[in-house]
């Protein structure tokens, strides 16, 4: 038990108050802030950890660390809509920050179910036979594995908004009983628990996430990426409402593990139909690009909502314009000073006061309410995506996300490799990617790309060049697939070198001389002759040589003796030697076999 928590006086409601109102769902303690700022005074750093009751930082094992974030992640859970986004911020796309409270993520979903599957391919693998958690955890995670269970026989039947609403509950009051102890008590001492309870939870959790996934299949190949809910005024249901497609979602569903090879592909060719490809920029939109109403065009109400609502047209009658005016082109309009529908709540309470409008405002009030929505659709505001045109917006490419989906892809074609899936698949998969990475910057000319190609931007938006220079997660994504395409993969801590992304013209057509600098920053010279290539990695200098022969990794020590194995795999040893930077090899050379690389580049 070596890691911690962090004290955070923020407070998350209790799962009713969440139902409830779900965009108002945090409180801060200030007690509690004190008194860490206290401990902090006392202790230093370790006053910010969360405590026992004998004053010592309450220490917990990795497992634990693990085992929370999925806990918290799967009490959210909705059957056949996603995650529940209700603690007031939004995902790792902030252009979607008014998705919270309604909002149901199925990216957060597909990453859930790939991350359990990690958790329990980790602990599988380990010795441990049981773990020491919280007891508190321990009845949490008991609570949230007997839900699921009881509710997975119904799995890949039919989904009710009842069903839906049975097990939100069961999932959140659970959580809310974990929570209301936590902030009341904090964590008491550990109890045993066997690691196959944990891999019990991962083995239903992941059906239930599978059959949500399933579900979000969309008729044109793609799938839903984020959902909103609507809880029924006598909490007996939860509907799911779908919104538009997104580019994020099928990076997640494609990194889920869920999908196969053939799968995969179906979604990546189903992107370059869609209506999320940007032709111009042989990219990604982060989601279509629409048009929103004009100025004019919005807070427009239906006649047949006035007509048919005998509270709305009373009021129109006598003229009161607490809530429903008429412009002077006669549209009839909600009252402008309302922000949202609590404005029109509280206009419609002092209305209720008056015994002249009471029966009508109880008899109206819902239908009031209703029109209100669906005029303005507060509902499903997404954000700054779906109002502003620059800043991951309207018609904008986001780059990092359009990296993202360049990992996933690569992901998949490693994945179909291993997998042993068809050549077409796997072929048909490699072009995938070299079609997505043709749409990068770096591909691009200065006038093409809107902006100096070899640097990060953030998007580029319908009506502009590349916007927002800076050092965006792109690059990140960037390097790792690059590494990817030189076919540098570790397994178990052996380096292997599998080239089958990495494409023939890449290799040198004549010899040159390569400036490296060596472990210890001195320069030195390489002779690099004609159908080879170079790079470095951790520090030293990898050279490949085109071959006709079968494939060899040879290891260079600093005294000019060579060991050469055959096949791709630079060994246990080497690697480890590798790893550590210690000197004790100065190059690696790998002879490849030119029938092992990526197929000529199809034109598209």
Known sequence: AWFSYADSPYRLAPYEDLVANPKATIRYDATAADNTASRVEAYGQDGSRMWTADNQVHLVT?????????????????????????TQRPEWNDANNALVGHGLSMVTLCHLRSYLKFLASVLRESDLIQIDVSTQVDDWMTAIFDILEKHGEHLGGELTDARRKEVLDGLGRAFSEYRSTLYAKGLSGAVPVAVSAILDLCRIATAHLDDTIRRNRRSDGLYHSYNLIRFDADG???????????????????????????????????????????????????????????????????????TGNPLLSSLLAAG???????????????NPAFLNVSDLEAALVALAADEHWNPLVSSHHEATVDTYEQVFGHHGHTGRSGSMYGYEGIGSIYWHMVAKLLVATQEAVFDAETQGSSSDVLHRLIEMYWRIRSGLGFEKTASEFGAFPIDAYSHTPAHAGAQQPGMTGQVKEEIITRIGELGVRVSKGNVRFETMLLRQHEFLTEATRWQIFDLEGHERELD?????????????????????????????SPDGQRTTNSGIELGDVASRVLFRRSGEIIQIEVEIPSTSLAPPRETT
């Not at 634990?64 to 995650?83: D, M, Q, T, W, Y």
């Not at 314009?321 to 309009?333: A, N, Q, T, W, Y």
């Open 62 to 86: 990795m497992v634990e660390k693990l085992l929370v974030p999925a806990l918290s992640k799967l009490s959210n859970f909705v059957p056949g809509g996603g995650i529940w986004m209700n």
């Open 236 to 306: 007996s249901s939860a509907r799911i409402e779908h919104l538009y497609e997104m580019l994020e979602g099928q990076v997640a569903v494609i990194s889920s593990g869920l999908l196969s090879s053939q799968e995969k592909l179906d979604v990546l060719e189903s992107l370059f139909d869609s209506s999320t490809y940007r032709p111009d920029q042989q990219s990604f939109m982060l989601y279509p690009a629409r048009r929103p109403p004009a100025f004019l065009e919005k807070n427009v109400i239906p006649d047949s909502h006035v």
């Open 320 to 334: 009161d314009v607490s809530v429903i005016l008429v412009d002077r082109d006669g549209r009839h309009r909600f």
């Open 528 to 556: 690099l002759p004609a159908r080879s290539l170079g790079f470095t990695f951790c520090g030293l200098p990898v050279v490949y040589r085109l071959t006709d022969d079968q494939a060899t990794v040879s290891v260079l």
